[in-house]
Each structure stands twice: as C-alpha cells, then as structure tokens.
Nanobody, 119 residues
C-alpha cells in the first residue's frame, strides 16, 4: 500500500522557518509530480507548491519568494522549505503524489502535518 508520511510541522513565530518532509513508499517516486497542499479551518484545500518529475516547480502567489520545494529521488522524499512564515500560513499541510498514465490518474495523500504560525 502506498504511503506518504509527512514530518516537520510545528509551532513557529511569525518570520520563522520550517522544513516539511514527505517520504514516499511503494510508488515509483521519480515518475510522480509531488505537491504540497494546505487546508486552514473553514477553508478549502489549496495547492501551495508542486514539483514535476522533471523538477519544474510552481507556487501559489501567496508563498512565492518565501517557500521552496525540492525533491530527492534517491530518498523518495519531497521537501517544502518555508521561510518568512506568516500567521496566514497556519494550516494542515498535506503531501500529494500525482501521476497521469494514459487515461488513468493516480493520486496519493499523506495524513497531514500541522503548521501553526503565531503572531
């Protein structure tokens, strides 16, 4: 069974940094686009950052210049480096693995990790 295990969340003051990690197992990791989503209370889940199998990256406007996403295919791990954190970054962060193969789409999710930014 596919597993995505996030770690690195926690409580940090505004302006601080955190690095989230997501370790994947039982998928061909290098073939997947990996994404970080977040969901704040009362809000919809949103895509924060993504990195393709070719390591092309994209970010939601609100985190550009503050967050970076990277991957280590040898370790089957994707990272989200979050700098300059703001209270509005507070959310549960979820790791996602996505792949399109022909007409089929594959999506796998982690259990989420809480990030809380205090003002």
């Amino acid at each position: 069974q596919v597993q995505l295990v996030e770690s690195g969340g926690g409580l940090v003051q505004a302006g601080g940094s955190l690095r989230l990690s997501c370790a994947a197992s039982k998928i061909i990791f290098r073939l997947y686009t990996m994404g970080w989503y977040r969901q704040a209370p009362g809000k919809q889940r949103e895509l924060v950052a993504a990195i393709t199998d070719l390591s092309r990256t994209s970010f939601v406007d609100s985190v550009k210049g503050r967050f970076t996403i990277s991957r280590d295919n040898a370790k089957n791990t994707v990272y989200l480096q979050m700098n300059g954190l703001k209270p509005e970054d507070t959310a549960v962060y979820y790791c996602n693995a996505h792949r399109v193969l022909g007409t089929r789409e594959y999506d796998h999710w982690g259990q989420g990790t809480q990030v809380t930014v205090s003002s």
